[in-house]
Structure formats: C-alpha cells, structure tokens
C-alpha cells in the first residue's frame, strides 16, 4: 500500500554519496519537501526528469521546497549520476529498498529488473504529511511538473 495524501510521511537516513547521509526527519514537519522517486540513474527517461527539474531549478527555489531524488541505485551511482548531470538536488540512495516500500512504489517486475522504484512524486507539506502524491505504471511518463509545482505551492 503507498503512502496516501494525509499520512505523516516516513522518515529515512539514506546516503546521497558514499559515507555522507541525509537525515529526512531535519526536513520533514519543518518546511516542504519534494520526493521523487525514479526507476534507474542514468536511464533515458530518468536522466530527462531530473534535467527538467535541474533547467528549471530557479523556478523550484522560488516555492522555498527541499528536493530529493530516491534510487535503489547504490550511492556510488547516484553522485557519479548527481555529478555528470549537474543536478542541484541530492539523489538518495535507497539500494536496500526500504524507503520505496514504505512509501509502496516497489515495482517488482520492471522489464525483468526486480526490484526498482516506479516513478513517482510525493509532496509533502511543512508538517511533514503528504498532500500530493503521484505514481506512474508506465516509467516512460515524466511527472506532470506543473503540477507538482502547483501542489507544492498549496501544501
């Protein structure tokens, strides 16, 4: 089951690098924050999604929101990926994926791959529930980015 608009958002500390680690509860329930999970580092379409938030990332610090991207990938991947991409938002690694199935984005079976997350966002207001959540079936779809702005800025 996913984590639902409303419910208090689980909180992790998960490596953005190797031996360097984000703490989400000094986030959560203290300002907005934004999760986007993605199914593989350096895949076509998730190097797209995270290059659209990064060309428009002027326009992400204006809703005064913390940003994270979530990948199974280890976190070895995640800062060559945060690195060569120029993203300006760490990318935590969920390698063990605990965070995905807690928030029930776990797609099991994706073109073989077991075990990575489903695309999806989720939202969160400054008392650390969720108040949007987005989750794809097909990890072709880019999230809809107007409309996680539009959530972010009535959370």
């Known amino acids: 089951m996913s984590v639902r608009n409303g419910d208090r958002a689980p909180e992790?500390?998960?490596?953005?690098?190797p031996g360097r680690y984000v703490d989400l509860s000094d986030h959560l329930g203290k300002e907005k924050v934004v999760l986007l999970f993605i199914p593989l580092a350096f895949s076509p379409v998730c190097t797209s999604?995270?290059?659209a938030i990064r060309d428009a990332?002027?326009?992400w610090?204006?809703?005064?929101?913390?940003?994270?991207?979530?990948?199974v990938d280890s976190p070895f991947v995640t800062q060559r990926f945060r690195d060569e991409e120029q993203i300006?938002?760490?990318i935590l690694s969920d390698f063990n994926k605990e965070m995905t199935e807690a928030y029930g984005v776990l797609n099991e079976d994706l073109l073989g791959l077991k075990g990575v997350a489903h695309r999806s966002v989720f939202v969160m207001d400054a008392k650390g529930a969720v108040s949007f959540h987005w989750i794809?079936?097909?990890?072709?779809?880019e999230p809809p980015y107007e409309t996680v702005r539009q959530a972010v800025e009535n959370a």
């Open 12 to 17: 992790f500390v998960l490596p953005y690098r």
């Open 136 to 141: 794809s079936e097909d990890p072709t779809a």
């Open 57 to 59: 990332w002027a326009r």
């Open 61 to 71: 610090q204006e809703l005064d929101v913390s940003v994270f991207g979530v990948s």
């Open 88 to 90: 300006p938002f760490p």
């Open 49 to 51: 999604e995270f290059r």
